[in-house]
């Protein structure tokens, strides 16, 4: 066997092993893989909820169902000082309704599309007083403009999980 061919051959073999361990290591069993962020909008007040939580929720006081998911964000060099909320994330009540539908009977959410999820998945600002569908204009600025520069180490942010 030639030189090249045992280099190509020792690629492969790495390629497999780095795939092998980032299925046995990396697939997010951690404990901070099985919580996101959600936002209580009458106590203005961030918690984490379990992973599988749907918004909206019952929230952690205040009134019911005011539970909203938040995308946090952080410059990945600066650590939890730096993290902040990016935008609040819901869903219609007609989601929310065969969404819970699904998980009860165990049975898929029928004619579910990207285009029907992004018309039913509702955003806004932490600060704003109004949501918007993720498919309109308002929501996909929203959704694509949260990117912002950390001004000490200059590194883009990234979301983040509690």
């Known amino acids: 066997m030639d030189r090249k061919k045992t280099v190509q051959i020792g690629i492969i073999i790495l390629a497999v092993a780095g795939a092998a361990a980032f299925f046995v290591f990396g697939r997010g069993d951690s404990e ?12 203005k007040r961030l918690y984490r909820a379990p992973r599988a939580g749907f918004a909206p929720e019952a929230g952690v006081g205040g009134a019911p169902g005011d539970g909203v998911e938040a995308v946090v964000v952080g410059c990945p060099d600066c650590g939890t000082k730096s993290l902040r909320i990016a935008y609040l994330k819901t869903h219609t009540p ?4 065969k969404h819970d539908a699904a ?13 029907w ?7 806004r600002l932490v600060d704003g007083d109004k949501w918007y569908p ?11 403009e949260w990117r912002r520069r950390c001004p ?7 979301p983040v999980q509690p």
């Open 134 to 144: 993720a498919s309109s204009e308002g929501g996909t600025h929203i959704v694509s």
């Open 117 to 123: 999820i992004a018309d039913h998945t509702l955003v």
């Open 103 to 115: 998980v009860r009977t165990g049975v898929p959410i029928e004619g579910l599309t990207r285009p």
């Open 152 to 158: 000490t180490h200059g590194t883009t942010e990234k």
């Open 94 to 97: 007609e989601y929310k309704q």
């Open 32 to 43: 901070a893989a099985k919580y996101q962020y959600f936002y209580d909008l009458s106590e």
